[in-house]
């Protein structure tokens, strides 16, 4: 699992123990390591802002970027395309995925109705997500709704063009995304580490960790 070079242990503690409880060993992977993964499977964790250059753009304010980590985490996802590795995006995960196929990001969620909730962040569930019935993303969870957790405020704005959006929120908020013609491309915008009671999060570990074995 990729991560920064200081800090999120506990995202980092959540998704190895997620990992262990679906059958899989994790190896946590930090800017200045090797980008030449020896591995069966790479997930992308959640974290700072991405750097609004990535996708063309300039800050549109404050920003919080660790641009040794993108440019590390971009290089280990071209590596795992390259050798067809299964991959989730999560949170951040997610939108490095889209922009590295070349998507864009919303730098801050647009106002809207519902706004207020847009901008709640929280480790519980809060918001309402539909799944694409038709979509690797709604098999790999067994449901096509779900409550979620809510711990960004940038998202999803063009998806690139080798992903389909398989998920939205309430709002009409991209929270996942996939590559219908890999075998395991799946990004979700949601911490799924963090909600280890939910069914439908365990298995999509099982799913990625299936899919390694494979």
């Known amino acids: 699992m990729s991560g920064p070079e200081r800090f999120g242990g ?14 899989a060993r994790a190896r946590r992977l930090r800017p200045g390591g ?3 993964l020896d591995a069966d499977a ?16 300039v800050p549109a304010g404050a920003v919080d970027v660790d641009a040794a980590r993108d440019r590390y985490e971009l290089a280990l996802l ?24 070349g998507g864009t990001l919303h730098q801050e969620i647009p106002g ?3 706004a207020p909730r847009l901008r709640q962040f929280a480790v519980l569930v809060r918001r309402r997500v539909m799944v694409a019935p038709d979509t690797r993303l709604a098999d790999h969870l067994g449901r096509e709704e779900l ?14 063009d080798a992903l389909r959006v398989s998920a939205v929120d309430e709002d009409g908020v991209v929270q996942g995304v996939e590559d219908p013609d890999r075998p ?3 990004g979700v915008q949601w911490h799924p580490e963090y909600l280890p009671l939910q069914p439908s999060q365990r298995r999509l570990f099982r799913r990625l960790v299936a899919a390694a074995r494979g």
């Open 10 to 23: 506990t995202a980092w503690w959540c998704t190895r123990l997620a990992l262990a409880r679906a059958g």
């Open 34 to 36: 090797r980008t030449e």
């Open 42 to 57: 790479l997930v992308l964790g959640g974290g700072t802002d991405l750097d609004p250059a990535l996708y063309g753009q």
């Open 78 to 101: 071209e590596h795992a395309l390259r050798r067809g590795l299964p991959v989730l995006g999560i949170c951040r995960g997610m939108q490095l995925v889209n922009i590295a196929l």
């Open 112 to 114: 809207r109705p519902g």
């Open 147 to 160: 409550r979620v957790n809510s711990l960004h405020h940038q998202a999803v704005h063009r998806p690139a």
């Open 184 to 186: 395991f491309l799946v």
